[in-house]
T-cell receptor
Framework: DSGVTQTPKHLITATGQRVTLRCSPR?????VYWYQQSLDQGLQFLIQ???????AKGNILERFSAQQFPDLHSELNLSSLELGDSALYFC?????????????FGPGTRLLVL | EDQVTQSPEALRLQEGESSSLNCSYT??????LFWYRQDPGKGPEFLFT???AGEEKEKERLKATLTKKESFLHITAPKPEDSATYLC??????????????FGQGTTLQVKP
């Protein structure tokens, strides 16, 4: 158990809908990362937050947004969903969000868009 | 463009048959190279971090090494419970103030009893 929690574990929804994925980092970690894992793309970095502020952005679609709250949990919002958004979404956390730190991953949320 | 390539894509071994997984990288200055293990439907589990060429780290039957262009994950006398996908990821110099990881596609290892 990495100490990172994610809810829900599974999500099934329809195209055009909006969903919210939630992540709680390990105790003491201030930085949260979101990654998307699909069969053809592998694990792709989406976005990083540190202590409530956005620190880095990857190939995140404009339909996707995220935030980190004062209690350090984070939410990833996916809107106008398309079939291609079906994937595993992972959250990871690290102490200060800098390079060379170990990132610990949560169990993931499996999203299926029908 | 920063890139990570892992080979082979899949590897089948008999229990006890040692082998190596390769991770080649092209980055504008390496800040760190990470190995993770991922079981089906689960999140990646951290194994090792390597920071500079020549560095080696060991954990049970696994040993990770790093050169200026690639890393190897050596598996000695593997057991069926070592079956998993092994992921390699790098952090590049340009990401020094962030933790952005660039992942390879992974090597799926199957160890048969």
């Amino acid at each position: 158990d990495s100490g990172v929690t994610q809810t829900p574990k599974h999500l099934i929804t329809a195209t055009g809908q909006r969903v919210t994925l939630r992540c709680s980092p390990r105790s003491g970690d201030l930085s949260v990362y979101w990654y998307q894992q699909s069969l053809d793309q592998g694990l792709q970095f989406l976005i990083q937050y540190y202590n409530g502020e956005e620190r880095a952005k990857g190939n995140i679609l404009e339909r996707f947004s995220a935030q980190q709250f004062p209690d350090l949990h984070s939410e990833l919002n996916l809107s106008s969903l398309e079939l291609g958004d079906s994937a595993l979404y992972f959250c990871a956390s690290s102490v200060a969000g800098r390079s060379q730190e170990t990132q610990y991953f949560g169990p993931g949320t499996r999203l299926l868009v029908l | 463009e920063d890139q990570v390539t892992q080979s082979p894509e899949a590897l089948r071994l008999q229990e006890g048959e040692s082998s190596s997984l390769n991770c080649s990288y092209t980055v504008s200055g390496l800040r760190g190279l990470f190995w993770y293990r991922q079981d089906p439907g689960k999140g990646p589990e951290f194994l090792f971090t390597l920071y500079s060429a020549g560095e080696e780290k060991e954990k049970e039957r696994l040993k990770a090494t790093l050169t200026k262009k690639e890393s190897f994950l050596h598996i000695t006398a593997p057991k069926p419970e070592d079956s998993a996908t092994y992921l390699c990821a790098v952090q590049a110099l340009g990401s020094s103030n962030t933790g952005k990881l660039i992942f390879g596609q992974g090597t799926t290892l199957q160890v048969k009893p």
